[in-house]
């Protein structure tokens, strides 16, 4: 189930925002709850949905939701094994998202 994820790209001459890649990094990073979730995945773990749910406390339907916009963030990746989904720690698409955050704010600040 993994899919490929957009890549940050600095902002080209004349472009005033963030790339869309790194703004879902930042919309990922905005909630306790995938905050929360985060946290389980520290240390290289590997979770599925229910586990993911059953230690953040919350219903699979929403660790599912949480877990698509963390994937969305470029924060955890996802492999499918049969019907299990089972996500863990994506250290390459959050450091992309925090380099290209981190020109952008040096240009802009």
């Given at each position: 189930?993994?899919?490929?994820?957009?890549?940050?790209?600095?902002?080209?001459?004349?472009?005033?925002?963030?790339?869309?890649?790194?703004?879902?990094?930042?919309k990922?990073?905005?909630?306790?709850?995938?905050?929360?979730?985060?946290m389980?995945?520290?240390?290289?773990?590997?979770?599925?949905?229910?586990?993911?749910?059953?230690h953040?406390?919350?219903?699979?339907?929403?660790?599912?939701?949480?877990?698509?916009?963390?994937?969305?963030?470029?924060?955890?990746?996802?492999?499918r094994?049969?019907?299990?989904?089972?996500?863990?720690?994506?250290?390459?698409?959050?450091?992309?998202?925090?380099?290209?955050?981190?020109?952008?704010?040096?240009?802009?600040?």
């Amino acid at each position: 189930m993994d899919q490929p994820q957009p890549t940050a790209v600095a902002p080209a001459a004349g472009q005033t925002g963030l790339a869309p890649a790194t703004q879902e990094f930042l919309k990922a990073l905005g909630s306790p709850t995938r905050q929360r979730i985060m946290m389980l995945f520290s240390q290289g773990a590997e979770l599925s949905v229910g586990e993911v749910a059953e230690h953040a406390g919350i219903s699979q339907a929403t660790a599912s939701q949480q877990l698509t916009l963390l994937r969305r963030g470029r924060i955890v990746t996802s492999r499918r094994e049969g019907k299990t989904v089972y996500y863990r720690a994506d250290r390459d698409g959050a450091v992309s998202a925090l380099a290209e955050l981190q020109s952008y704010l040096m240009t802009c600040c």
